[in-house]
């Protein structure tokens, strides 16, 4: 929420949704035949924070629909987005139930971060969490 605020203080447009109202809303704007104008209301905005993804599972539509707002705010120049999660890129495939479409989120998302392929540097990536935890105690 801290990038969203200063984004704001900076007077650019940010903004703040988690990953299940995100999905819900473009789920029923798909059903509806809006999708969008749905989308464009979670690409315009110069920052995008997507909260919580991973928490919930989602509907089998899920991993096409977060691809699409990567995707198009990848297209569109000076588009942040910020991603909250409490599961590793290599789980977002069975939260969203696509492992292919997952994989292309990730990679387009670490892309836009670095300007570098995540495919080269995923195990880099890996290995710095997996640093993080506390070594086995040996018995």
């Known amino acids: 929420m ?3 605020t200063r984004a704001i203080q ?3 447009d940010a ?3 988690t ?3 995100l999905l819900n809303d473009l789920h029923q704007a798909a059903r509806e035949g809006r999708l969008d104008a749905a989308l464009d209301a979670y690409v315009e905005p110069h920052v995008l924070v997507i909260d919580e993804l991973g928490y919930l599972a989602y509907g089998p539509d899920a991993a096409n629909c977060l691809f699409q707002v990567v995707d198009q705010r ?3 120049p000076r588009r942040a987005l910020v991603i909250t999660t409490n599961k590793e ?3 977002w495939g069975s939260v969203l139930h696509d492992e292919d479409l997952a994989e292309a989120i990730v990679g387009q998302t670490f892309r836009n971060a670095t300007g570098q392929s995540f495919r080269n540097s ?3 990536c890996r290995v710095a969490v997996d640093d993080r935890r ?4 040996g018995g």
């Open 2 to 4: 801290r990038t969203g």
């Open 10 to 12: 900076n007077g650019y």
């Open 15 to 17: 903004r703040f949704t």
């Open 19 to 21: 990953a299940a109202a």
């Open 74 to 76: 990848h297209l569109t």
């Open 89 to 91: 890129p290599k789980g």
């Open 122 to 124: 995923h195990e880099r």
């Open 134 to 137: 506390e070594p086995a105690r």
